[in-house]
């Protein structure tokens, strides 16, 4: 261990200081802080610390370690008796819950997102049934269910009921389990689809190309087309969504809005927030707002399904007027800008 951050320093020095200098070192920070500083504890369970490393990192501890022991971490304990003197015990248990599910959500298991059932469940056949449960416990719920799936039916049983009764494992051996695992597995193959179909890596994508300048985003797009169509098409839903459609200007919605069926508007506006609502109804003139309005209200309940492809109608026209360059539409932090 070496090259500490200093969030990891604050969390040795509480491990060395005891309960006692723990407490009264942890109450300076704010509660977000000592969430950061719990994280560095979780993460630094059962690590063994060499007498250099402290020396080096906290020099104010130079007489602790004048022995030359290799420290074995108690920043765990230390963690735990810690937020209990500084909290009750309500508020403790509810800050340690955090600190260790957010610990936890940084999986390194995750380098097996994407790998075929049948595959990996194999490889998991070769493992101790312990790390097998310890696997699955730590894949997302659908992943899971198919590798379980692929177990034999005499080892499902044990491996769920392990999963059930094993208590919260390290960061420490998560790192260790997953690193033995991201090795052997290293040229499988991984189901593209699984990982592209990920609405957030869309979203991420589709935010990088509305981000992008001078038109790149329509070439790549082109370029994406001729490989994966419906993967364009995602990526243009997502590029503009039907909340944007509150940040076009009057003469812009007025130029959306020319060839749309008031039957296709009212179905649309079925349950748009307000701001939506007002931003489409104020581009038209009153005589076609009394209709709209008129005709949203004949229509009564109506199926979800019809709703949707209404906005998609409409939000088919503005992607193409951007494409064709008569809008353009830039979503920066925070802002949005319209042409």
Known sequence: MSNLTGVQKIAVLLAVLGEDGAVKVLAVFTPEEQDRIGQAMVEMEDTDIDESVVIESLNELRQMTQSGVVFRSRVGRTLDAVMNR??????????????????????????????????????????????????????????????????????????VRRMAAMEDPSARLLKQVAEKMSERTRGLPRDAGQAMNNTARVQT?????????????????????????????????????????????????????????????????????????????????????????????????????????????ILTTVRELIDNGEVNVSKGRGAAYVS
């Open 86 to 159: 500084l909290y009750d015990k309500v508020e403790a248990e509810k800050r340690l819950s955090r600190i260790h599910e957010e610990s936890r959500s940084r999986n390194p298991l995750r380098c097996l997102r994407g790998l075929r059932a049948a595959d990996l469940a194999r490889l998991l056949m070769d493992e101790h049934i312990q790390v097998q449960a310890l696997v699955l416990a730590n894949l997302e719920a659908d992943q899971a269910a198919d590798v379980l799936r692929e177990l034999p039916e005499q080892r499902q049983a044990e491996v």
């Open 205 to 313: 994508v589709a935010e990088i190309l509305v981000a992008s300048r001078g038109g790149g985003d329509k070439e790549i797009l082109r370029r994406v087309e001729e490989n994966d169509a419906d993967l364009s098409t995602r990526i243009r839903e997502c590029m503009f969504t039907w909340n944007d459609l509150g940040m076009l200007d009057k003469r812009t919605m007025q130029k959306v809005l020319a060839g749309i069926d008031t039957r296709v508007l009212a179905l649309a506006l079925k349950g748009s927030d307000d701001s939506i609502r007002d931003a489409l109804l104020g581009a038209t003139s009153q005589r076609t707002r009394d209709m709209i309005l008129e005709e949203r209200e004949l229509l009564g309940s109506v199926p979800l399904s019809d709703v949707v492809d209404a906005q998609k109608t």
